[in-house]
């Protein structure tokens, strides 16, 4: 793993407890060989507190920068910021693969997911907010995610939304998911979800878990469409 303090300069946070920089970055696959595997070993209880500490930072975030907006184009842009693929962006900003402990056929760089990189992502801001509190967690946040927040000038609207307008608008039955399979270990599933519409050619998408395989899959049709 690479030295964290080059982390700690990217994120321009120095750890009092370190030790809550290295449990961030502890993916559970690390200890699969230890005599141990205590939740408390892996990153994945700072993971369930981070989610919560970003949804709400970026609820108010867009709460105060979009003051005309109704509520539910505020529930798009969230939904948007705080997804697994813009927690990998910011993770590939901050070449976060790079200091993540992982173990078995997850620790060749080649093998860490997006998946694993986003939840470390997550994780890393549970660990700033417990190490200095809500002010740093919410500093951090506002570094990486205000530019991305920014740079979405109209509320986005999401794949699976669009395709059901789509059918909709074309008097079509509503489309229709299917779970083709799902593989992988436990701690990084993968799941392929498979869309119909009414006169296409069914899609297959693949994700970290169902609904973003479904979004996949609602993409690749919407693609289609438009080619």
């Known amino acids: 793993?690479?030295?964290?303090?080059?982390?700690?300069r990217r994120i321009e946070h120095t750890f009092q407890d370190k030790a809550l920089l290295d449990l961030a970055l502890t993916h559970r696959s690390s200890t699969i060989d230890s005599a141990v595997t205590a939740p408390e070993l892996t990153n994945e209880r700072l993971e369930f507190l981070g989610d919560r500490v970003l949804g709400l930072c970026i609820a108010e975030l867009l709460y105060s920068h979009f003051s005309g907006e109704p509520e539910g184009s505020l529930a798009r842009r969230l939904s948007s910021l705080v997804s697994r693929e813009t927690l990998f962006e910011v993770a590939?900003?901050?070449?976060?693969?790079?200091?993540?402990?992982?173990?078995?056929?997850?620790?060749?760089?080649?093998?860490?997911?997006?998946?694993?990189?986003?939840?470390?992502?997550?994780?890393?801001i549970g660990a700033i907010?417990?190490?200095?509190?809500?002010?740093?967690?919410?500093?951090?946040?506002?570094r990486y995610w205000r530019p991305l927040m920014e740079a979405a000038v109209t509320a986005p609207k999401d794949a699976k939304t669009s395709l059901q307008e789509w059918a909709q608008g074309r008097g079509l039955p509503l489309p229709i998911y299917?779970?083709?399979?799902?593989?992988?270990?436990?701690?990084?599933?993968?799941?392929?979800?498979?869309?119909?519409?009414?006169?296409?050619?069914?899609?297959?998408?693949?994700?970290?878990?169902?609904?973003?395989?479904?979004q996949a899959a609602a993409g690749l049709m919407l693609k289609g469409l438009s080619e």
């Open 1 to 8: 793993m690479t030295e964290t303090a080059d982390l700690e």
């Open 129 to 142: 907010y417990i190490d200095a509190g809500i002010g740093a967690a919410k500093s951090f946040i506002i």
């Open 92 to 124: 590939e900003q901050l070449t976060l693969t790079s200091y993540i402990k992982v173990g078995g056929s997850e620790g060749d760089l080649e093998h860490r997911t997006a998946s694993i990189a986003s939840n470390a992502c997550e994780a890393l």
């Open 178 to 214: 299917t779970l083709v399979e799902s593989t992988g270990p436990a701690h990084a599933p993968e799941f392929q979800m498979s869309v119909s519409v009414e006169g296409c050619e069914p899609m297959i998408g693949n994700g970290a878990s169902k609904r973003v395989a479904t």
